[in-house]
């Protein structure tokens, strides 16, 4: 099984400021077929479910804000929030889904500094 | 628009068999390339992926809890249900089912899911 692991824990970002948050995968989760990277990233806000913020490591899904992106290739993938609003505090989750074998990172916990 | 709402007990005994039905609409699992997974949360902690059961029938588990998971589906019903045996206070936790969307466009991630069913395992 493909083992996601996030850093931080916790992060605490005064508004306006960057967060940045990585995720690293056990074995690499790009295809060599296709250069695509499965790697997606999660936000949950407390007592709502999650909601897909970026799939194939860099790609936002439709209505998620240009502060958030997502980069990196192969094990080591990062989620950028480039200038934290109030509404972004948040869990959030990367996810692979290169194995049949779903796994999700631990989460990361962001919060106003 | 693509919606999914999760049904079942709230409380369970510990052995019991738990059984969960998500009801979706929005899509179609007869379609090539759709699927419907479960994914559970225990209070407090991360997203645990349980299930996942694609258009053609073709289904994955994860595997430490491969033994007591059943998924299925009814096509007609616009439902997907998952059963789990004996369950253990440790299965004590909020389960999600979630729209797998195809893999053409994103490769299969969760891009729609329900508010959660909240499933307490207690004597």
């Known amino acids: 099984d493909i083992v996601m692991t996030q850093s931080p824990d916790s992060l605490a970002v005064t508004l306006g400021e960057r967060a940045t948050i990585t995720c690293k995968s056990s074995?690499?989760?790009?295809?060599?077929?296709?250069?695509?990277?499965?790697l997606a990233w999660y936000q949950q806000k407390p007592g709502q479910p999650p909601k897909l913020l970026i799939y194939?490591?860099?790609t936002r899904d439709s209505g998620v804000p240009d502060r958030f992106s997502g980069s990196g290739s192969g094990t080591d993938f990062t989620l950028t929030i480039s200038s934290l609003q109030a509404e972004d505090v948040a869990v959030y989750y990367c996810?692979?889904?290169?194995?049949?074998?779903?796994?999700f990172g631990q989460g990361t916990r962001l919060e106003i500094k | 628009q693509i919606t999914l709402e999760e049904s079942g007990p709230t409380l369970v005994r510990p052995t019991q068999t738990l059984t969960l039905t998500c009801t979706f609409s929005?899509?179609?699992?007869?379609?090539?390339?759709?699927?419907v997974g479960w994914i559970r949360q225990p209070p407090g902690k991360a997203l645990e992926w349980l299930a996942l059961?694609?258009?053609?029938?073709?289904?994955r588990y994860w595997p430490s809890l491969k033994t007591r998971l059943t998924i299925t589906k009814d096509t007609s019903k616009n439902q997907v249900v998952l059963t789990m045996t004996n369950m253990d206070p440790v299965d004590t936790a909020t389960y999600y089912c979630?729209?797998?969307?195809?893999?053409?466009?994103?490769?299969?991630?969760?891009?729609?899911w329900g508010h959660g069913t909240m499933v307490t395992v207690s004597s």
């Open positions: 979630a729209h797998r969307s195809s893999g053409l466009l994103t490769g299969g991630v969760f891009d729609a």
């Open positions: 929005g899509f179609s699992l007869s379609t090539d390339g759709e699927g």
């Open positions: 059961i694609y258009w053609d029938d073709d289904n």
């Open positions: 074995q690499s989760v790009r295809s060599s077929s296709t250069g695509n990277n499965y």
């Open positions: 194939w490591a860099s």
């Open positions: 996810q692979q889904y290169y194995s049949d074998k779903y796994t």
